[in-house]
């Protein structure tokens, strides 16, 4: 079937405009090569308070409409909301924002800021919003009233929860059922664990958010709540973002960390599709410092890295040139380093193997093991050397600053606490192995984006994670533990040391299959074409 009218990306996040995490990145790589292939493609967001409409040259569309939602009160009643469009073009596709006073209002994507918790302590920096909900239906009834204005596209793609709602909306609503009946829709989870599946525990509220009556409500019922999952997965087809990740959830092994997920879809007789993410390599590639934005080129195909010892060498330089400040971290207002705390420090040692992470300082991204094999490392006199970023969990940061602060942490241990684009590339390109010891996880780019800058992943070998190849791509281990990660530390530094020609190896054959497997054009080509011209 073709694709003449085209695809949107119903989304909360997009690389370039609106970012968090992961979701981001698939939101943008599949846009663009989406439109690379010739198929009109639209990215549908919400158009947040951060959101600069002069800086991205967007446009009003002229399009504008009310929606009816509840007050979040029991006690008072519905009200409309004003939505207005502007439009935009992103990396080849055309980007709708949908912009009305409670979206503006934000200034993070799902959560709380500190100046948002100081003028109202009410709102806790790191929290959700309180209307979230809100915005995820404003989003979804947002792109049908859209598409009702401009056309419809062949298909609407639909982002993670807060997009599941669409397509039972489309097919059972009057407003669309019969002018948005040649659409399509598909729905990918990027994460089933809780508290990602946007599930609303009160069915009446449910109903006036999605117009939906009862009974179809009623189909997606888990733990007491309506999940939009469940609900979605009547009406369109269904996928997650990898093979592995897949396999998971519909054998019931997730079921505990999912809220019982993948046995609510075998019941209704739905079965996830498994489709593995890619990344745009050219982004990340550090033969071209243009397209990387690295000072200093180096190649891993062919074992040429001294680019990339110099890369590390000027990110310890800067992170060194940060003066201390009274009491909490460091900050700099370096390019590189603006909007990050660093706490502890690093040393220039040639003669050390670095350990890099990039991502959430979480339970699910399993940095308490990882502050767990760091303390080790340290209390068995390896000499090595660690550096961090992210941020997430207070009491995770908490337990990071702390041993920064050890004193055999000195000059061997940094952690910045926020996040910095380009200080996340000066890390991947600095590592000589990346650390991704995730509980669980739906897929996994870091790892890729590692393997494109000579920095070999070390990884808990679950869900997406399966595809670094221990002894090929990188290093991978079983169980979920402090004893587990310090052992595969153990096993790299160990190459490190003893057997340099095993881990050039490793570097060109992890360099050579992102390109091989996980390109964004070959996932589109092998995974979502198909799922897209195939009709729901």
Same mark, same amino acid.
């Given at each position: 079937?073709?694709? #003449? ?18 979701? #981001? ?57 004003r939505v207005e469009v502007f439009r935009c073009r992103h990396q ?6 949908? $912009? ?37 239906? /404003? ?59 946007q599930e609303i525990y009160d069915m009446d509220f449910a109903a ?5 009556? !009862? ?27 990898? =093979?592995?990740?897949?396999? @998971? ?33 050219? !982004? ?25 010892? !110099?890369?590390? $060498?000027?990110?310890? =330089? ?22 990050? =705390? ?40 390896? $000499? ?8 997430? =969990? ?52 870091? $790892? ?17 994670? /399966? #595809? ?18 310090? @052992? ?33 054009? #070959? ?14």
């Amino acid at each position: 079937m073709s694709l #003449k009218r085209g695809v949107w990306h119903i989304s909360r996040e997009c690389d370039g405009i609106a970012e968090a995490g992961g979701l #981001k990145d698939v939101v943008a790589g599949l846009s663009e090569a989406l439109a690379k292939e010739g198929v009109p493609t639209a990215v549908v967001l919400p158009r947040y308070g951060f959101i600069d409409l002069q800086r991205l040259d967007a446009e009003s569309t002229g399009v504008h409409f009310d929606l009816q939602l509840p007050s979040g009160s029991a006690s008072l009643p519905s009200r409309k909301e004003r939505v207005e469009v502007f439009r935009c073009r992103h990396q080849g596709a055309a980007v709708y924002l949908l $912009d009305c006073p409670r979206t503006r209002s934000k200034r993070a994507i799902y959560t709380y800021t500190g100046e948002e918790e100081k003028e109202d302590p009410r709102k806790r920096k790191g929290s959700g919003h309180w209307d979230a909900h809100h915005i995820n239906l /404003i989003l979804q009834r947002g792109a049908l009233e859209l598409a009702l204005a401009l056309g419809p596209p062949d298909v609407f793609h639909c982002h993670d929860g807060h997009s599941a709602f669409l397509p039972a909306i489309m097919r059972n609503c009057s407003a669309y059922r019969e002018e948005l009946k040649d659409s399509r829709a598909l729905i990918t989870i990027h994460n089933a664990g809780r508290g990602y599946h946007q599930e609303i525990y009160d069915m009446d509220f449910a109903a006036q958010l999605t117009r939906l009556p !009862s009974d179809i409500l009623s189909k997606g019922i888990l733990k007491g709540a309506v999940d939009p999952f469940l609900v979605g997965a009547v009406y369109a087809p269904i996928n997650t973002v990898s =093979e592995g990740y897949a396999q @998971e959830i519909n054998s019931g092994r997730l079921d505990e960390l999912t809220g019982g997920l993948g046995a609510a879809l075998e019941r209704s007789g739905v079965k996830l599709l498994g489709i593995t993410n890619g990344i745009a390599p050219q !982004s990340f590639d550090p033969r071209y410092p243009g397209q990387s934005g690295l000072p200093f080129t180096f190649d891993p195909s062919r074992n040429d890295l001294s680019g990339k010892r !110099s890369c590390r $060498d000027r990110f310890v =330089e800067l992170l060194s040139g940060v003066e201390d400040s009274n009491g909490g971290g460091r900050i700099s207002s370096t390019p590189e380093l603006t909007g990050l =705390e660093i706490f502890g420090s690093l040393k220039k040692a040639s003669d050390r193997p670095l350990y890099t992470f990039v991502g959430r300082l979480t339970g699910q991204k399993g940095v308490d093991i990882l502050a767990g094999a760091v303390t080790r490392c340290f209390s068995k006199n390896r $000499d090595v050397q660690f550096l961090i970023l992210g941020q997430g =969990e207070k009491k995770i940061e908490g337990r990071l600053i702390e041993i920064t602060r050890r004193q055999e942490a000195e000059g061997k241990l940094c952690l910045l606490i926020g996040y910095n684009s380009q200080a996340a590339k000066y890390i991947y390109a600095s590592g000589d192995f990346f650390l991704v010891p995730s509980r669980y996880e739906p897929c996994g780019l870091t $790892d890729l984006f590692a393997q494109m800058m000579g920095n070999l992943p070390i990884v808990h070998g679950v869900g997406g994670l /399966i #595809k670094v190849r221990p002894g090929y791509t990188g290093y991978s281990y079983k169980s979920h533990s402090v004893q587990a990660l310090v @052992e595969a530390i153990g096993e790299s530094i160990s190459d490190y040391r003893e057997d340099q020609d095993r881990l050039k190896r490793l570097q060109r054959q992890a360099f050579s299959e992102v390109f091989e497997h996980y390109t964004w054009e #070959k996932v589109l080509r092998e995974g979502y074409l198909p799922l897209y011209q195939a009709g729901s």
